[in-house]
């Protein structure tokens, strides 16, 4: 990971983020490119933020997506104080009424969770390698994401009630679904202390934890290049269905795992990965 990869193509408008090729075919390599502001996000982030992972789920040349922030510092420090408290949409002053600055606020909110929510609805598996200052807006976007990798030092909080607020983005509605201890949620959720990478492993949020960010970097995309050397119809099924059980009842889950296999059981892959098997060889899939 220390050469500097190529841009994509196609994704060179954007000013916030360096979205390059990660090395492994179909690997694309996302970076919070903001360093000097510990990659902190504020309105226009966000918002090129959903524009990529909406572009990348249907980009045929991409099946994974490593997901990381530019520095040595910070993965992400959160929301922009500064920027947030010059937003005239957070201000009360001028507001005709109570309801229409509420229904102001909840178009606001909604396009800022929609932002986020475009990384857990790509189609790709999403690999988000957490560093360092991983504060606030970094927990929603880990939550959104599908594998947590994180490095020894990082620094993680769920900041929100510091500044004032519920956590609105994702947090309080992911971050129970993605760990086994709702009391130790609702813990770091109010208290909005800090925890580490050791910690953060115990309760499940992260997978693997890495001594550095170089070292996680690297793992993350190892992992990507071998799931994109996968059947891209199998992974993208099985984040669809995993995504589904975890919101839905068993039964409910069989039913929408008939209905979606239906479909892509008619795809050639299963039978190139079978035959790619016993001819001990890789097997090569089309795009889609």
């Known amino acids: 990971m220390a050469q500097q990869q190529p841009q994509l193509e196609g994704y060179t408008s954007y000013k ?16 919070i490119n903001r360093p000097a502001k510990l990659n902190a996000f504020f309105e226009a982030m966000w918002l090129e933020l959903g524009q990529i992972f909406r572009q990348l789920s249907s980009d045929p040349d991409v099946r994974a997506v490593v997901l990381s922030g530019a520095g040595d510092r910070s993965f992400t420090a959160g929301l922009d104080i500064h920027a947030a408290s010059s ?8 507001a ?8 102001q606020l909840r178009r606001y909110i909604t396009e ?12 790709k598996p999403v690999i988000v390698v957490l560093h360092a200052i991983s504060l606030g807006l970094a927990i929603d976007i880990a939550c959104a994401a599908d594998i947590r990798l994180c490095t020894r030092d990082v620094r993680l909080a769920v900041k929100e009630v510091d500044i004032g607020l519920a956590a609105d983005i994702g947090t309080l509605s992911r971050l129970p679904k993605a760990v086994g201890n709702f009391s130790w949620v609702k813990e770091v959720c109010m208290s909005a202390r800090e925890f580490g990478a050791a910690e953060a492993q115990q309760v499940g949020f992260v997978s693997q934890v890495l001594d550095s960010k170089v070292a996680a970097l690297d793992q993350a995309v190892k992992l990507a290049g071998l799931i994109a050397g996968k059947s891209p119809i199998a992974v993208q ?3 669809e269905l995993l995504n589904h059980a975890r919101d839905h009842s068993v039964s409910e889950s069989l039913r929408y795992t008939t209905v979606w296999n239906s479909a892509a059981l008619q795809s050639r892959d299963m039978m190139d990965a079978l035959s790619a098997s016993v001819q001990k060889k890789k097997p090569v899939f089309s795009k889609i």
């Open 16 to 31: 916030h983020f360096n979205v390059t090729s990660a090395g492994p075919a179909f690997v694309a390599h996302v970076e």
């Open 87 to 94: 937003n005239n949409q957070l201000q009360s002053s001028g």
């Open 96 to 103: 005709p009424d109570v309801g229409r600055k509420a229904a």
């Open 112 to 123: 800022f969770q929609d932002s986020i929510s475009a990384i857990e609805l790509c189609e």
């Open 237 to 239: 099924g099985t984040k």
